[in-house]
């Protein structure tokens, strides 16, 4: 049975910093593309990072280069985030999506609430 199941949002005050974690089950990890999406209250979910395979390529969205970093390990099939330096505007529910390489096959975590506030 296929799971990604994130961890490590929470509360935290501007300019403070958050690890998010995804654990993978149940699909070969290393064959898939894994990206970070996020929701905040009435906006479209949005892309915020990806990696295509452990220490190679990655892209960010804009408004979140310099200050995030995602990452994976093949061996424990998890995907992180680390994000650094955190706005109040990045306050929203953040998604981990898993895409098999050239393939439209992907999954979807429940998701994780980051809330960035004083």
């Known amino acids: 049975q296929v799971q990604l199941a994130e961890s490590g949002g929470g509360l935290v005050q501007p300019g403070g910093s958050l690890r998010l974690s995804c654990a993978a089950s149940?699909?070969?990890?290393?064959?898939?593309?894994m990206s970070w999406y996020r929701q905040a209250p009435g906006k479209e979910r949005e892309l915020v990072a990806t990696?295509?395979?452990?220490?190679?390529?990655?892209n960010y969205a804009d408004s979140v280069k310099g200050r995030f970093t995602i990452s994976r390990d093949n061996v424990k099939d998890t995907a992180y985030l680390q994000m650094n330096s955190l706005k109040p505007e990045d306050t929203a529910v953040y998604f981990c999506?898993?895409?098999?390489?050239?393939?439209?096959?992907?999954?979807w975590g429940k998701g994780t609430l980051v809330t960035v506030s004083s």
């Open positions: 999506n898993a895409r098999r390489r050239f393939s439209t096959i992907n999954y």
């Open positions: 149940g699909f070969t990890f290393s064959n898939y593309v």
């Open positions: 990696i295509i395979s452990a220490g190679g390529s990655t």
